[in-house]
Nanobody
Framework: QGQLVESEGGSAQTGGFLRLSCVAS????????MAWYRQAPGKTREAVAG????????HYADSVKGRFTISLDNANNTLYLQMNMLKPEDTAMYYC???????????WGRGTQVTVST
């Protein structure tokens, strides 16, 4: 059974940085999309960044371009999200996801909280 487990999130001040990781097990990562989503209180879940394992082609939401970087360590089945220049509006529960396409992942992690204070 496939499983995605996110690292513990954390707190940072505006302008600070955090790195999230997500370890995949029981999932063959060939030609998959792995992605990070987030959901803030009272808002719908949104895609933050995705990367295709075959090509390492990455894409980002406009709100995080230039600040966040998604990367994949294939050898260790680990997905990362480096978050720099954090803003209070980045506060949300962040979810790791994987699937054939980024729009409808079939696997989800349980989520990890990121809080950015002013």
């Amino acid at each position: 059974q496939g499983q995605l487990v996110e690292s513990e999130g954390g707190s940072a001040q505006t302008g600070g940085f955090l790195r999230l990781s997500c370890v995949a097990s029981g999932i063959t990562l060939n030609n998959l999309c792995m992605a990070w989503y987030r959901q803030a209180p009272g808002k719908t879940r949104e895609a933050v960044a995705g990367i295709y394992t075959g090509s390492n082609s990455a894409h980002y939401a406009d709100s995080v371009k230039g600040r966040f970087t998604i990367s994949l360590d294939n050898a260790n089945n680990t997905l990362y999200l480096q978050m720099n220049m954090l803003k209070p509006e980045d506060t949300a529960m962040y979810y790791c996801a994987a699937g054939i396409n980024c729009q409808r992942p079939g696997y989800w992690g349980r989520g990890t909280q990121v809080t950015v204070s002013t």
